[in-house]
């Protein structure tokens, strides 16, 4: 069992910076790999980042050169570093984990980003 506490969202203009935080609590095996998505209204959930334990990352192409997901191993807490932000990044981010790429995973409640001036 693995519990996902998200953090950090709110409003930002554009061109702005957000750090969002998820802390891990559970089975460590669990955490494996430790990403992000969102869910824009009326759009299917994508995948933002994820982040292994041994330290590999992907991006989405969307995101790719703006946003840095980072990981604590020692307090088991994934963050996203979200720079230069786009109104089209508003959405619902969510924390997810699981042991592997296929595994069944675990998520977060949801944290809103709003890109507005």
């Known amino acids: 069992q693995v519990q996902l506490v998200e953090s950090g969202g709110g409003l930002v203009q554009p061109g702005g910076s957000l750090r969002l935080s998820c802390a891990a609590s559970g089975s460590i095996s669990s955490t494996n790999i430790l990403g992000w998505f969102r869910q824009a209204p009326e759009k299917q959930r994508e995948l933002v980042a994820v982040a292994w334990r041994a330290g590999g990352t992907t991006y989405a192409d969307s995101v790719k050169g703006r946003f840095t997901i980072s990981r604590d191993n020692a307090k088991n807490t994934v963050y996203l570093q979200m720079n230069r932000a786009e109104p089209e990044d508003t959405a619902v981010y969510y924390c997810?984990?699981?042991?592997?790429?296929?595994?069944?995973?675990?998520w977060g409640q949801g944290t809103q980003v709003t890109v507005s001036s």
């Open positions: 997810t984990a699981r042991s592997t790429w296929s595994a069944d995973g675990y």
